[in-house]
């Protein structure tokens, strides 16, 4: 009896001890890659899982505000806590910190997105807005995605890519807001892992116009990808010759360099 | 009859020739913010107004997928271009070029957003994730702000501000990626215009749970605001001490110092 309870006790503490790993992603709880996530880092801490209920792409940093969230408790990654919310990817963020697990997470980790979040992408991703918001609140946090939008595709070499990255970062705490944009290529010939910035590219827009039943017209936002920036420590080049990118991001926004600019320029 | 038509032409060309300037906001057509905008930069070129049909406060950088986006022409300016759609604020940015404008306009303003996005709002602010979104494409934009959430707020010293800055920006042509967070106190006690830098400063969130009619639980969000950051070079300071803050703002989110650290660090 006495065994038990000093048992009992011993693996309390072990669970205590254990780093919360915090598991979000902007395509939803059903999809491939958070599963893949979720199997890719189960053995690294208690892994608690908080994510859309539904497609969330392209959400950015949007919060809930005129709306009130709603969060359901689910048994769907084999003995793994996770929770849907009707919210967007930076709301699971918000809910999981306060009213989950009462307490920061050691490590956030989402996606691993359906399709690429390199160069500008990161600025329009749910997946990677997330990681920047438990970045804000000091969490060490890290998007992954995968350029691949299917979900038949092979993860199996992405979540090698994954643990690697994780427990690198687990192991050795560099900064509390650290924060990387992590962009896996697709297949299975990945020649390593470069520390890269952020490329200048956008979207050259093109809206499909179209007529609905009624006549009316409505546009559907299509976009080319163009990528300008042409040096090759860009996460667009590391990328196109194989290497998975991870890019360190901030969420300073401040344009320093411009800062200076206006301060001595007077224009106002 | 010759002379008619000489003066049709040289009508034309002034209107080809005066810049246009693209006005849109994240709390919908009908604020007053939006109008006291237009008002306050009229005469300054072509206004054209496009902006969401609905509140899209918190949107952040959403971008609309899943969903075909609705425009419709109004007349609600006393004489200036005007429409509205079914999109986010950044959303309105890309329509427009595309769709309305079928060029990119010379300077892109957006607000004056009824309520505070200095700090970190900067990351959640629809108002000034539609300004970013024109920087992106190489406009030059700002997004101005107001210390005052009420709709009935006294904007006069704002459009005086409003008018001040964008002839600044209009008259010397810095940089096309230029992009500024404005925030403009309440009252009419301003005492200057400060350039400055991002505060790091966050909400400390707490959700409201509430049982709805059927007892089941759901959330509102609500946080409190924490500025960290007590250096008086930021817009925090500066707005409480009654300046209008202006911070450059930048969409390369590469985290410089972290990259650097990463590279001598081989974590993986």
Not at 69 to 77: G, Q
Not at 177 to 185: E, F
Request: contains cysteine; aromatic residues 8%.
């Amino acid at each position: 009896m006495v065994k038990k309870a000093i048992a009992k006790k011993a693996t309390e503490k072990k669970v205590k001890e254990q780093p919360i790993i915090l598991i979000t992603n902007d395509d939803d709880i059903t999809s491939p890659g958070i599963r893949a996530l979720v199997d890719a880092v189960r053995d690294f801490g208690r892994v608690v899982v908080v994510a859309p209920d539904k497609p969330q792409s392209g959400m950015g940093h949007a919060i809930t505000i005129g709306f009130p969230l709603r969060m359901r408790k689910l048994d769907m990654f084999d003995g793994i806590e996770s929770w849907t919310t009707s919210g967007t990817p930076v709301d699971c963020v918000k809910l999981a910190v306060d009213k989950i697990l009462h307490r920061k997470p050691d490590i956030c980790l989402s996606g691993i997105n359906h399709g690429a979040n390199h160069s500008i992408n990161v600025i329009y991703s749910g997946t990677m807005s997330a990681a920047m918001e438990a970045s804000i609140e000091g969490i060490p946090s890290i998007g992954f995605s995968m350029m691949d939008y299917s979900y038949e595709a092979d993860l199996s070499a992405a979540k090698q890519i994954v643990a690697k990255i994780v427990q690198g970062v687990m192991k050795k705490k560099i900064d509390k807001h650290l924060l990387l944009n992590v962009n896996i290529p697709a297949g299975k010939n990945i020649k390593g892992i470069k520390i890269c910035k952020q490329a200048y590219a956008k979207y050259e827009e093109e809206f499909s116009e179209r007529l609905d039943p009624h006549k009316k017209k409505y546009y559907w936002l299509t976009g080319e990808f163009k990528n300008f920036d042409k040096s090759k420590d860009t996460d667009v080049w590391a990328l196109e010759n194989n290497y998975v990118s991870v890019v360190p991001v901030q969420f300073d926004l401040t344009n320093y360099k411009l800062k200076a600019l206006l301060e001595k320029s007077k224009l106002f």
